[in-house]
């Protein structure tokens, strides 16, 4: 049986903070997250033996993912890299799962 891959299963088998969780691939897009959603990540896919560089970014409010100046959230709440060819992974505080420190960094 094939589960479909989601943030908030990711923040629960790597034991991250979060109440919700969003996942894309590539990193540089999502969709949106509701005020009562956070702390809330956004992931790129959880590491593997041949992608052993993907990670996530947590963010503890809403106020923090709006703020990040690496990222752009849309009127209608869609959320994009703020430039082309970028991704999550650009953003201070990136993480891999086991890997923490992030929940405090001003982004």
Known sequence: MKTNLDGTLLNSLYGIPAKF????????????????????????????????????????????????????VNPGGHITARQKGQGIKDIPGYLKPGQWGADNIEL
């Open 21 to 72: 969780g969003r996942y894309r691939e590539t990193g540089d897009w999502y969709g949106i997250i509701g005020e009562e959603q956070f702390p809330a990540t956004l992931w790129d896919g959880p590491p593997s033996y041949d992608r052993p560089d993907h990670g996530y970014v947590r963010f503890e409010t809403k106020t923090a993912l709006e703020s990040c100046r690496y990222l752009h």
